[in-house]
């Protein structure tokens, strides 16, 4: 039998909600993983992708992954993984640099056999890069009598997937028998093409749409001759159990659900809040239904009085007639957009980034991950894309402007989600639109560190 912990998706070096514990609490997720790891005494440890957080890690993040390594390599148990989407450079990579130290093995297209487990890796490819790429892998060596692929991305059958899981294990030139993932912070496992096919999820939460319980996977090879059937707990078959490990010190986040009746304010939200023990927790206040106006920081600031970490309020209400009224500048705050929309010549990947950043299905915080994802693939690909798009008068009617398209998706079924704002033009705003600041930096490069979880695009509430 070989065992190995499947874990990923550890973003180290993340100071979500500019918190230099949140920061801090990473680390100490993936340090209880592999603490775990000694523990249970397994044969490996494997990293699917996003170890890091972003591309430049602090020196402090480095030292604290070298020191989690140390403990795995201490104990002899091999540290092998792939480069997620997050951290990908286009040189060398942070783990190359594990590697020359002895502390990793990054996966390829080339067997690395632990116990008879042959393991193979795919690192995240964007996907514009996919419709050429070949799953060519070396033969799975005599001594191996299992096979197994570790990649990062978006597969099939899984939520926002778009990778091909089918045609890749059809097209691969070796038959694995699972396939160990991340990108997906959601656990969950399917079989495709009679391969295991298994999200490990996220070891902290790097979103407040993160409510389960984190944690990573237990995946057990059984050996030729073992013979017994595999775990009964968990998907198995094929000789492979794949069961799920509980992380239980992750820091608490506390999700305060209020659905407001017509004439309750906040008074109702704060007594929710204090409902709960929100000591050295995240406090995710969500307010639906109707109700009075209320201002986030009086909640945000209830909930740090009572000794929260992070307190974050989100407003979901439409904004009732009277609200409309009251505002002065932005009596219609779409239409000034559109408005706005029409005098800027937008590149392509300008409304690219715009659909991203306005898309209300994608939270919060993902909002930075997508647009760096789609700047990405664009530089790589379609470098004409950030060309400015021709001069084009309002009154133009034979020229199909952003807004344009904005109005058509209004009128139709408006599922494509192209509800735009001008979000790589932010430097020409108004001052008066705070939201656009938010927009330009989701956008850029220059602040890698910088919380995305405020950029919150969905609204001009
Ligand atoms: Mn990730």
């Known amino acids: 039998m070989t065992r190995v912990i499947h874990t990923g998706d550890t973003h180290l070096g993340y100071q979500q909600y500019n918190s230099p514990i949140r920061r801090r609490d990473f680390l100490e997720a993936f340090r209880t993983v592999a603490e775990d790891a000694v523990s249970a005494d397994v044969d490996a440890v494997i990293h699917a992708g ?14 604290g992954t070298i020191d989690v390594l140390r403990t795995l390599a201490d104990a002899d148990i091999p540290f092998l993984a792939v480069v997620g989407n997050h951290e990908g450079k286009r040189d060398a990579q942070w783990l190359d640099l594990f590697a020359d130290i002895g502390l990793a093995t990054r996966l390829g297209p080339g067997p690395e056999v632990v116990d008879d487990v042959a393991f193979y890796g795919q690192d995240f490819v964007p996907r ?23 990649s990062h991305g ?56 993160e409510r389960e319980a984190r944690g990573y996977n237990l995946v057990e090879f059984e050996s030729a001759a073992d013979g017994s059937a595999a775990a009964s707990e968990g998907a198995s078959g094929d000789g492979v159990a794949i069961t799920r490990r509980s992380l239980t010190d992750t820091r608490d986040f506390v999700f305060v659900d209020v659905e407001l009746e017509e004439e309750e304010g906040i008074d109702r939200v704060q007594e929710r809040v204090r409902q709960h023990d929100v000591e050295n927790a995240v406090v995710i206040v969500t307010v639906e239904g109707d109700g009075r106006p209320i201002t986030p920081a009086a909640v945000e600031e209830l909930a740090l009085d009572r000794g929260a970490l992070v307190a974050r309020m989100n407003d979901r209400r439409d904004i009732p007639d009277e609200a409309e009224e009251v505002s002065v500048s932005f009596a219609d705050p779409d239409a000034a957009v559109q408005d706005r929309i029409r005098d800027l010549g937008l590149s392509d990947a300008a409304r690219s980034i715009d659909e991203t950043v306005r898309n209300d299905d994608l ?32 009154a133009d009617e034979d020229v199909t402007t952003v807004a344009d398209q904005l109005s058509a998706a209004d009128a139709g079924s408006g599922t494509d989600g192209t509800e735009t704002l001008a979000a790589a033009e932010a430097d020409d705003e ?32």
Do not use: I
């Open 128 to 150: 514009s890069r996919r419709e050429g790429l070949e799953y060519e892998f070396e033969p799975v060596p005599d001594a191996a009598s299992h096979a197994a692929l570790v």
């Open 430 to 461: 108004p001052a008066t639109d705070p939201e656009r600041d938010t927009a330009g930096e989701a956008e850029s490069e220059t602040e890698p560190d910088q919380d995305a979880d405020h950029a919150s695009l969905g609204d001009f509430a």
């Open 50 to 63: 996003d170890l890091f957080h972003d591309r430049r890690p602090g020196l402090v993040d480095l030292q």
């Open 154 to 209: 978006l597969f099939e059958p899984f939520a926002h997937a778009d990778w091909d899981t089918e045609r890749m294990l059809e097209e691969a030139t070796v038959d694995f028998d699972a396939v160990l993932l991340g990108d997906n912070h959601k656990p969950d496992t399917a079989e495709v093409c009679d391969t295991w096919v298994t999200y490990c999820g996220s070891t902290e939460r790097a979103s407040a749409s």
């Open 363 to 394: 939270p919060d915080s993902n909002v930075r991950e997508s647009v760096e994802r789609r700047v990405r693939d664009l530089l790589e690909d379609d470098r004409s894309a950030f060309e400015p798009a021709p001069e084009r008068t309002p």
